[in-house]
Each structure stands twice: as structure tokens, then as C-alpha cells.
T-cell receptor, first 114, second 113 residues
Framework: GENVEQHPSTLSVQEGDSAVIKCTYSDSASNYFPWYKQELGKRPQLIIDIRSNVGEKKDQRIAVTLNKTAKHFSLHITETQPEDSAVYFCAASIGGNSGYALNFGKGTSLLVTP | NAGVTQTPKFQVLKTGQSMTLQCAQDMNHNSMYWYRQDPGMGLRLIYYSASEGTTDKGEVPNGYNVSRLNKREFSLRLESAAPSQTSVYFC????????????FGPGTRLLVL
């Protein structure tokens, strides 16, 4: 099955700096790549997603890039703020053949210090 | 419009006890999923239901059963709880028509002693 690797497991940045989290996937049939943010004790919340027919997508301070050839995708957060501190998960899906189930990376704990 | 709800929020069980985790949604979504989240492991799929009347195993189905009672409700049952099932359980839903976005419930925290 699909295997999603996520790095780094922890990331500490100063407020205003950029943060980058990287994920790789194993199944070339994967075609949907969401990113979730999870605050302590809360549910995962979708922050951005990208489909395999797109190379980059941006939403304000958040962007995601996808390299299908290399089978990796990355989350970029610019001008980080303390409220960006959370655990971020990447995921991949091969679509209808697996019921659109998501395979998650193990998460990155991001700490933004003032 | 509550979205996705889960009950209970928190439960303590003794080894060997059984219980059912409930998930309900009012978004008229076709697909529903159960994930478990353990520290350092991300979220792992236990079972899913692509539509009412169907269920399929995910990555870690052993020790669990599910029931898709109707379009709104998808329950997860532990017949004989084990300490290894101590985890946070999340239910998620997805609409139909090839849209992939999943929406998560608030979670159930389960402790098995």
C-alpha cells in the first residue's frame, strides 16, 4: 500500500521566518495530497490541498508544491506567527480504488517562537 | 448544523470489555472513515464505508468491527478491548462526486487499562 514519509518530525522557527515541511509518497497512482493542521486536543483541520494535475497552489501565507516525478510534495508557510504552532500532517490518496482513504505521514510539530 | 459528531468524548475500559464508538454526520456525505491516532504514528485508517451498506478494511482493522447503520451513522466496535487499543479515534466524512476532502469529528479518547 501507499507509504507516506514526512520530515522533519519537529521544527522550530522564529516568528516571521518561513517553515517548510516535506513529504514523499510511494504509490505513483496517488493523485490527491492534502495538508492538515492539528492543534493540541483538537481535530485535524484541512488547510490546503493539491491534486496531481497541478504543480503548485497558494493560499495567502501557505503554499504547497508537488513534484510527481520525484513523488514528493511540500508545505511552505511564510511569515510564520505563533498561532501557526501546531502539528501538521501530510497525506496522500489514490482516489476511488481505495474509497478515497487518506494515508498520513507521521506529522511535524511546528513551534513558532516570538 | 453540527457537522461530524462523536460520542463519547472520553472512555476508560478494562481489558476484555467491549464498547461502541458512535459517529454521526448531518452533511449528507456518502463516505465515512474511522482512523486511530497514536503518538508519533500519525493517523491510521481502521475501516471505511464508501457508501451506505458497504464497509471495507483499512490499514489496521484487527480487533475492530464497524456498522454503517444508515447514511448518517457509522459505528466502531471493540469486542474485547486491549491496552494496545488505547488511542484517540477520529471519524471522518467525505462527500461524493470525486471530491476528496475529508472532514473530521472531534475525536474519542480511549484508555484501556
Amino acid at each position: 500500500g501507499e507509504n507516506v514519509e514526512q520530515h522533519p518530525s519537529t521544527l522550530s522557527v522564529q516568528e516571521g521566518d518561513s517553515a517548510v515541511i516535506k513529504c514523499t509518497y510511494s504509490d505513483s497512482a496517488s493523485n490527491y495530497f492534502p495538508w492538515y493542521k492539528q492543534e493540541l486536543g483538537k481535530r485535524p483541520q484541512l488547510i490546503i490541498d493539491i491534486r496531481s494535475n497541478v504543480g503548485e497552489k497558494k493560499d495567502q501565507r501557505i503554499a504547497v508544491t508537488l513534484n510527481k516525478t520525484a513523488k514528493h510534495f511540500s508545505l511552505h508557510i511564510t511569515e510564520t506567527q505563533p498561532e501557526d504552532s501546531a502539528v501538521y500532517f501530510c497525506a496522500a490518496s489514490i482516489g476511488g480504488n481505495s474509497g478515497y482513504a487518506l494515508n498520513f505521514g507521521k506529522g511535524t510539530s511546528l513551534l513558532v517562537t516570538p | 448544523n453540527a457537522g461530524v459528531t462523536q460520542t463519547p468524548k472520553f472512555q476508560v475500559l478494562k481489558t476484555g470489555q467491549s464498547m461502541t464508538l458512535q459517529c454521526a454526520q448531518d452533511m449528507n456525505h456518502n463516505s465515512m472513515y474511522w482512523y486511530r491516532q497514536d503518538p508519533g504514528m500519525g493517523l491510521r485508517l481502521i475501516y471505511y464505508s464508501a457508501s451506505e451498506g458497504t464497509t471495507d478494511k483499512g490499514e489496521v482493522p484487527n480487533g475492530y468491527n464497524v456498522s454503517r447503520l444508515n447514511k448518517r451513522e457509522f459505528s466502531l466496535r471493540l469486542e474485547s478491548a486491549a491496552p494496545s487499543q488505547t488511542s484517540v479515534y477520529f471519524c471522518a466524512t467525505r462527500t461524493s462526486g470525486g471530491k476528496e476532502t475529508q472532514y473530521f469529528g472531534p475525536g474519542t479518547r480511549l484508555l484501556v487499562l
